[in-house]
Nanobody
Framework: QVQLVESGGDLVQPGGSLRLSCTASGGTLDYYAVGWFRQAPGKERERIACISASAGSTNYAESMKGRATTSRASDKKTIYLEMRDLAPEDTAVYFC??????????????????????WGQGTQVTVSS
């Protein structure tokens, strides 16, 4: 089973941009659908974006539409989440995950957590002036 590590989180000013990475060890991600989630203090974890196993489909939460792009790197081990026009309400810990219960299509990001879920440790994004 692959292990995941998120990176790229930082302190940015409102209106800024960031690129987060989700990197696998112990295997590759080319056969996995991957989801991006975030959790702000005192709030539930929120699904924000996903990319299908084939990379043919991506899906974004309403809060991220038009401001985020997720993609696969050519190394087959890394998934990117590029975010722009960041606002203070985007402040959260960002996670990536693979799970057999995660399915991603252009029209839907379905997630039903299973015992086989893999999560990274998260990366902190803080948007503040």
């Amino acid at each position: 089973q692959v292990q995941l590590v998120e990176s790229g989180g930082d302190l940015v000013q409102p209106g800024g941009s960031l690129r987060l990475s989700c990197t696998a060890s112990g295997g590759t991600l080319d056969y996995y659908a991957v989801g991006w989630f975030r959790q702000a203090p005192g709030k539930e974890r929120e699904r924000i974006a996903c990319i299908s196993a084939s990379a043919g489909s991506t899906n974004y939460a309403e809060s991220m539409k038009g401001r985020a792009t997720t993609s696969r790197a050519s190394d087959k081990k890394t998934i990117y989440l590029e975010m722009r026009d960041l606002a203070p309400e985007d402040t959260a810990v960002y996670f990536c995950s693979t799970d057999p219960g995660l399915m991603c299509t252009a029209g839907n990001f379905h997630y039903s957590k299973t015992q086989f879920a893999t999560w990274g440790q998260g990366t902190q994004v803080t948007v503040s002036s």
